[in-house]
C-alpha cells in the first residue's frame, strides 16, 4: 500500500506539472533586468520549449565592436565600464577619478608603479612576453602595476579625417570565422545581452510600437538583461545596419558634418556637458562620440528556445551574422504567428 501511495502521489505531481504546461501561456516568473542603474525583476512568460517572453527598454552594450574602448578613451563607451579599480585585493566601481588613473597608468605604459585595475571587457596581455598574467576573480585579469595591459586592436578612422588606435574588446561568446575564433562585433551583429549564460547562442526576436522588429543572438552575458549592441539599435530604428567613424573631435573640429550628422544610439559628448552645438554657438571643449542613446520605450522580446547556434562551450563554430540569425530562428519552425502567441500571454 505504501508504494501505491507513493506512486500515486509522484502521478499526481506529474498531472499538476503537465496541466501547468498544458496552458499555452506557459507559467509566469520574472528575469533581472536594470531601470536607471538598479536591478529590477520584468516579468516575464515561461515556455515548456525553453521560450521567454519579456518586456524591457534597451540601453547599449558596443562590447565587441573595435570603436568600443580606444586609447586616451575615445571609445564608443567609457574605458570606466570595461574595468573596475583594484584595490587591496577587492574590485571598487571605476569612476571619474579612476578614469584619470587609467589614463596616467596608459601613459607611463602600466607599469610598475601604476594603478591597478581589473578588467573585464577587454582582453588582456603582458607586458613582456612570457610574463604571467594576475587574476581578480570570474576569468578578469589585472592590469598596472606591472601586472598586464590591455591588448592593442587595429587603428580606427575617426569623422575628422585623423586615426585613434583601438582596444581589443570582448563578448562572453565567441564566432569562429574561417577557422579563427573572433569576439562578436557590437557594431556589425545584432547582440543581445543576458543575465543567464544558459542563454548564450540563443536567438531572440525583439520589436515594438513605433520601431522594427528584428531577431538577435544572445551573445553577452551582463548583470541584467535590456541591452544590446550597437547593431541592434540601428536595425529596431531604422532597418539598416551602418558605420560610424569614432572620436575624438579636436576643438577646431567641433560642430562640423561628422558631428552633427550623428543618428542614434551615437551622441557627441563634449568635455563640457553643457558645450553642445547650436546655430551661432562657438563650441569650448573637444568632444568624444558615445554610443549612449537607448531605447525608454518597452520593445517586446521573445527567446526562442529551441533556436540556438552549435556551440563548443561558449565558441560558436560558425560565423554569426544577421541572416544567419534570422536562418536559425526559421530552421527552428518559429513563425511570426508562434511568436505572437506567446507576447499576447504578456500582460499590458
Known amino acids: ?43 516575464a512568460r515561461f515556455f515548456q520549449d525553453g521560450s521567454i517572453a519579456v518586456r524591457a527598454r534597451l540601453s547599449v552594450n558596443p562590447d565587441g565592436g573595435p570603436g568600443s574602448y580606444t586609447v586616451g578613451d575615445h571609445g564608443f563607451t567609457y574605458i570606466a565600464n ?49 610574463r604571467g598574467l594576475v587574476s581578480c576573480g570570474d576569468g578578469r585579469l589585472v592590469i598596472g602595476n606591472g601586472k598586464g595591459k590591455p591588448k592593442l586592436g587595429g587603428m580606427l578612422d575617426t569623422v575628422t579625417g585623423k586615426q585613434v588606435r583601438s582596444y581589443v574588446s570582448t563578448t562572453s561568446s565567441r564566432h569562429t570565422i574561417e577557422g579563427v575564433v573572433q569576439h562578436l562585433d557590437s557594431e556589425t551583429l545584432p547582440i543581445a545581452v543576458t543575465p543567464r549564460t544558459d542563454l548564450l547562442g540563443k536567438v531572440v526576436w525583439i520589436g515594438g510600437t513605433g520601431y522594427r522588429s528584428t531577431y538577435a543572438i544572445i551573445g553577452d552575458k551582463g548583470p541584467a538583461f535590456g541591452e544590446g549592441s550597437i547593431a541592434l539599435h540601428q536595425l529596431l530604428r531604422t532597418g539598416v545596419i551602418s558605420e560610424q567613424k569614432s572620436g575624438p573631435i579636436a576643438l577646431e573640429d567641433r560642430c562640423g558634418a561628422g558631428e552633427l550628422g550623428l543618428r542614434p544610439p551615437f551622441q557627441s559628448r563634449p568635455d563640457r556637458p553643457s558645450d553642445k552645438c547650436r546655430p551661432g554657438y562657438t563650441a569650448k571643449s573637444p568632444s568624444d562620440i558615445r554610443a549612449y542613446t537607448g531605447i525608454i520605450e518597452e520593445l517586446d522580446f521573445v527567446v526562442l528556445g529551441d533556436a540556438k547556434f552549435q556551440m563548443d562551450g561558449r565558441i560558436i563554430t560558425e560565423a554569426v551574422s544577421a541572416e544567419s540569425i534570422k536562418s536559425t530562428a526559421d530552421k527552428a519552425g518559429y513563425t511570426k504567428e508562434a511568436i505572437d502567441k506567446m507576447l499576447a500571454c504578456l500582460p499590458r
Do not use: Q, Y
Request: with cysteine.
Open 82 to 130: 570595461g574595468l573596475s579599480a583594484w584595490r587591496n585585493g577587492k574590485r571598487h566601481e571605476c569612476d571619474i577619478p579612476c578614469s584619470k588613473e587609467f589614463r596616467k597608468a596608459e601613459s607611463k605604459g602600466f607599469e610598475t608603479g601604476t594603478t591597478e585595475f581589473c578588467v573585464f571587457a577587454m582582453e588582456v596581455e603582458p607586458l613582456e612576453p612570457g
Open 1 to 43: 500500500m505504501r508504494v501505491h501511495s507513493k506512486i500515486a502521489s509522484v502521478l499526481l505531481l506529474l498531472g499538476a506539472s503537465m496541466s501547468i504546461f498544458a496552458d499555452d501561456c506557459g507559467v509566469p516568473g520574472a528575469i533581472v533586468g536594470k531601470l536607471d542603474k538598479k536591478k529590477i525583476d520584468l516579468k
